[in-house]
């Protein structure tokens, strides 16, 4: 495991293994160079600016951070976004055996980006492309669209005549800190006492697992059953 923002660590392992121990049903849940962003939107009126901060996404094969710049306009290096706990970058991508390439070689590189990528923000997309490493043959190039409070997109990796493709995800990163996971807490034990069927409970497991307590503490507000019972 990479050692991607290992704030709130220890809370989020307590609250993924309660999460863990739900009932059937309940599941796991495109280019300028240099690092310029942007491809333009089709017009229309412009998005608002982006939630700041780290983004992220760990998963299997695929571990992936950027950084959102307070105006919410740009990706920007930040100590925040580091795979390896070396330094920080705007954008980072470790891949690992994920896909094959046009020799049906496995798909295993690391792509690293430290300059700012502008938000497009008529079509809430950045992009950096004919990305090279000193020394190196390999050209990189990435690029990413967000939506609400998710973000996906494609990175890619040439050399030579060979390249790979590898898709990423993430979303915000938020602090799981002792508060959030109690609130959040509450909130699967409710889901748990008026179990409906795996799909109610998927959905509402899938709020717990993002360990953020406004929400949490929205979707418990609106099942009055679970209300804290009045003190005499």
């Known amino acids: ?11 989020a392992g307590r609250l993924a293994l309660l999460v863990g121990l739900c ?24 998005a608002p600016p982006q939630f700041p901060g780290l983004w992220e996404r760990q998963s299997r094969g695929v571990d992936v951070c950027f950084h959102i710049a307070d105006d919410g306009l740009k990706l920007e290096a930040s100590p925040d976004c580091s795979l390896s706990g070396e330094s920080g970058y705007s954008f980072e991508l470790d891949v690992e055996l994920v896909g094959v390439d046009q020799e049906g070689q496995p798909c295993s ?35 990413g669209e967000i939506v609400g409070e998710s973000a996906s997109g494609i990175a890619r990796r040439d050399v030579g005549e060979s390249n790979c493709r590898v898709g990423w995800a993430a979303s915000i990163s ?10 959040c807490l509450d909130l699967l034990n409710c889901c748990r006492a008026i179990l409906i069927n795996p799909v109610f409970f998927e959905t509402c497991n899938s709020v717990v697992l993002e360990c953020d307590p406004v929400r949490c503490q929205t979707v418990l507000d609106g099942y009055p059953q679970c209300a804290a019972e009045p003190e005499l």
Do not use: K
């Open 1 to 11: 495991m990479s050692l991607i923002h290992t704030r709130g660590l220890a809370s």
């Open 109 to 143: 590189f690391r792509l690293r980006y430290e300059d700012p990528v502008t938000i497009d923000q008529a079509g809430n997309s950045f992009q950096a492309s004919e990305i090279r490493e000193p020394g190196g043959d390999a050209v990189y190039a990435f690029s």
């Open 23 to 46: 009932v059937p049903g309940c599941s796991d849940e495109p280019g300028s160079s240099g690092g310029t962003a942007g491809a333009g939107g089709a017009g229309g009126a412009l």
């Open 174 to 183: 938020r602090e799981c800190d002792e508060v959030a996971v109690n609130i």
